[in-house]
């Protein structure tokens, strides 16, 4: 963190979307973000928002640009809703410092966010984004982790889940204030040897908005509350143990569970909501017969036709190979990937035609979590 004589106080961090291994659907408070149920999520290290913020003295107007384009802050009141909160923590630090005595500055933010994917894939990027800005706040005003997971979970709820490396769980809580519902990462080392092969099938916006199907699975589905009271603690415990004793096997039919029934209740919902497509359901095919006849990827689906597969290092390789089998790949996606997965030659079976396509695909390494920048460094593109 860096200050001038101007009074401007700046930061540069880079975080990283998150995955959630066991999902989330549905709000019990929409304003404060406070979700119905726990969930338990693991950071992907490659795609990534870098944010730089300037904390300004003196009155002024917030200011987001994303990708070298300026946000119309007017009709997006997230961020305003990050800022007034984080200027509230500022206002009552001083407050109570000065014995009840207001002698408050006042600042305004200036935000300059760069993604390394695009912000239209689908793939999670408020996220990876509200977290930086909550992750470089908490560095200029020195909050602690309970309150910079608040700033970030009324950004864009999933985001607390990305202020931490390693095994994170998201905890629901109780309280109406939501001041117990944080995110905390688990007490075990961050599992080195799991990657993720993320495939984008469709990076148009989708039909139904998380918010509103989120709104509508609780109105309508007679399974969400099964899920919230019964399935979710069990699978939540299930991730936990699995990940402290590098069981991959138990790890990754929890995982495929789960997505296969947060996609069973979007389907219970009235009207039902329909977030695969048939590529989606192909990348299934091809996970089921990669694993016989032991289990070695798991594949998880977000709200949207898009694949995670979760994969150790060893099998990367193999099952890309098995993907372009039943998938058309980006040629310049397999010979711009890590160089440890280049080793082999990637070949489609010429004897099988499939008309699903990959428009990008992304191998990264997962749990590494995010961190406070040099200036210098730069941002690798994807």
Partial sequence: MSQNESGISEVTVEVPMNIALVKYWGKRDEKLILPLNDSISLTVDKLTARTTI?????????????????V???SNKRYQTVFDEALRLQRKRKEDSNGNENRSVSHHFEVISTTNFPVAAGLASSAAGFAAIALAIQQLLNLDDIQANRLARI?????????SGGLVHWKKGEKDDGSDCVAVKTKDDNWTDLYCVILVFNDGRKKVGSSEGMRWTRETSTLLKHR?????PERIDLIKKAYATRNFEDLARVIMADSNQFHAVCLDTIPPIRYL????????ETVEKFNQPEIKAAYTFDAGPNACVIVQKKDVSKFINALIRDIQINTDDLETLPEEFRSIEYQKDDRTENNFVCSKLVVSSMGSGPEICTPSKNLELI
């Fill in 155 to 163: 950004g864009s709820g999933s985001a607390c889940r990305s202020m």
């Fill in 228 to 232: 919230i009271e019964k399935v979710v």
């Fill in 72 to 74: 119309e802050l007017s």
């Fill in 277 to 284: 497509n048939e590529s989606s359901w192909q990348l299934i």
């Fill in 54 to 70: 300037r904390m300004i003295q003196g009155v002024g107007k917030h200011t987001v640009e994303i990708n070298d384009e300026k």
